[in-house]
């Protein structure tokens, strides 16, 4: 596994405590990690930079999850090849939307370190597909 491609994530949440354990998390799993604290500051950040895949909460001031993933539909090229997943406490209520935008990985907050690691796995291996 010393081959393995480092992922790069963006991890989007507007509790700097959670942000800070899943770039923690992301982190010690040999990845890189970069924050933004609402969807705007995420929109302006993927302006910016290239990420693998984005943790993404729902519930955020100025611009909300479903926001932010409305805004990449509207604009393809921005993030191509992003992963989104979306990390709530309470995802339910937004599903039909979630699954309207093409959002098939949905997690409960909190996030614990296996389904990180599945996470992680799994893109890995859709990268090399």
């Not at 959670?18 to 302006?44: K, M, N």
């Amino acid at each position: 596994m010393s081959n393995e491609r480092q992922l790069r994530f963006l991890v989007v949440d507007d509790n700097e405590d959670i942000r800070d354990v899943f770039c923690r998390l992301v982190e010690r799993a040999g990845h890189v990690a970069s924050t933004a604290y609402d969807g705007q500051d995420a929109v302006e950040t993927l302006e910016r930079d290239r990420f693998d895949v984005m943790l993404l909460d729902l519930t955020m001031p100025r611009m909300t999850g479903v926001e932010v993933v409305r805004w990449l539909r509207d604009r393809p090229d921005v993030a191509p090849a992003l992963r989104i997943v979306v990390i709530s406490a309470w995802a339910g209520e937004n599903r039909a939307v979630l699954q309207e935008l093409g959002i098939t990985t949905v997690m409960q907050k909190p996030l614990r370190i296996q389904q990180l690691t599945d996470l992680i796995a799994e893109t890995l291996r859709d990268l090399e597909s």
